[in-house]
């Protein structure tokens, strides 16, 4: 072999080394992405859909309405003691 073969051969071997280390690097990067997506796919299973939160809603109305009902039926006493009063 000449000169100029070992040169370039050596030259392979070093641009392989940073590539193997490019690649490495990339590996990594890719793992640690993985692994943040499974982290939220985890965190979204975890958050109410929308079926829920129409339940919630369902359920909140329902105390909302007794208490409307109640402020209207309570006005409609203070009137009735007014004119019974007078």
């Given at each position: 072999?000449?000169?100029?073969?070992?040169?370039?051969?050596?030259?392979?071997?070093?641009?392989?080394?940073?590539?193997?280390?490019?690649?490495?690097?990339?590996?990594?990067?890719?793992?640690?992405?993985?692994?943040?997506?499974?982290?939220?796919?985890?965190?979204?299973?975890?958050?109410?859909n929308a079926d829920d939160m129409q339940?919630?809603?369902?359920?909140?109305?329902?105390?909302?309405?007794?208490?409307?009902?109640s402020d209207d039926e309570r006005l409609?006493?203070?009137?009735?003691?007014?004119?019974?009063?007078?």
């Amino acid at each position: 072999m000449s000169d100029k073969t070992i040169a370039i051969d050596e030259q392979f071997l070093d641009v392989k080394r940073q590539f193997d280390g490019v690649n490495i690097q990339f590996e990594r990067i890719a793992t640690a992405i993985v692994k943040g997506f499974d982290r939220i796919d985890k965190t979204l299973e975890t958050k109410a859909n929308a079926d829920d939160m129409q339940r919630v809603l369902g359920l909140l109305d329902e105390p909302a309405k007794r208490q409307e009902i109640s402020d209207d039926e309570r006005l409609v006493m203070g009137h009735q003691l007014e004119r019974l009063d007078r």
